[in-house]
Nanobody
Framework: QVQLSESGGGLVQTGDSLRLSCTTS????????MGWFRQSLGEERESVAA????????YYHPSVKGRFIISRDNAKNAVYLQMNDLKPEDTAVYYC???????????????????WGQGTQVTVSS
């Protein structure tokens, strides 16, 4: 059984940085496509960033491109989201997600992912 666990959320001020971590257990992490999603109250869950099993294949939502960096460490079965220059509109619960696709691809739809973490709250004050 694949399990994902996020950490690193918190309350920060505008312009600050945070690094989210997601560790996995079960399955073959090195073959997983991974993604970070966020959901704020009353909104749909949206893709923030995604990474294929090929670490050079990444996706970023336009609102975070240039500020966030997704990376993975297969030796630690972990994926990270470095978030810089945080803004109040980044406030949300952030979720880590995993999938085991056949090919080298980034996945941006929630329904593409089979495995989910419990979420970690990120709050950015103005």
């Amino acid at each position: 059984q694949v399990q994902l666990s996020e950490s690193g959320g918190g309350l920060v001020q505008t312009g600050d940085s945070l690094r989210l971590s997601c560790t996995t257990s079960g399955g073959t992490f090195s073959s997983f496509a991974m993604g970070w999603f966020r959901q704020s109250l009353g909104e749909e869950r949206e893709s923030v960033a995604a990474i294929s099993w090929n670490p050079d294949n990444t996706y970023y939502h336009p609102s975070v491109k240039g500020r966030f960096i997704i990376s993975r460490d297969n030796a630690k079965n972990a994926v990270y989201l470095q978030m810089n220059d945080l803004k109040p509109e980044d406030t949300a619960v952030y979720y880590c997600a995993g999938a085991d696709p056949i090919r080298d691809t980034v996945l941006v739809r929630p329904r593409d992912y089979a495995y989910w973490g419990q979420g970690t709250q990120v709050t950015v004050s103005s």
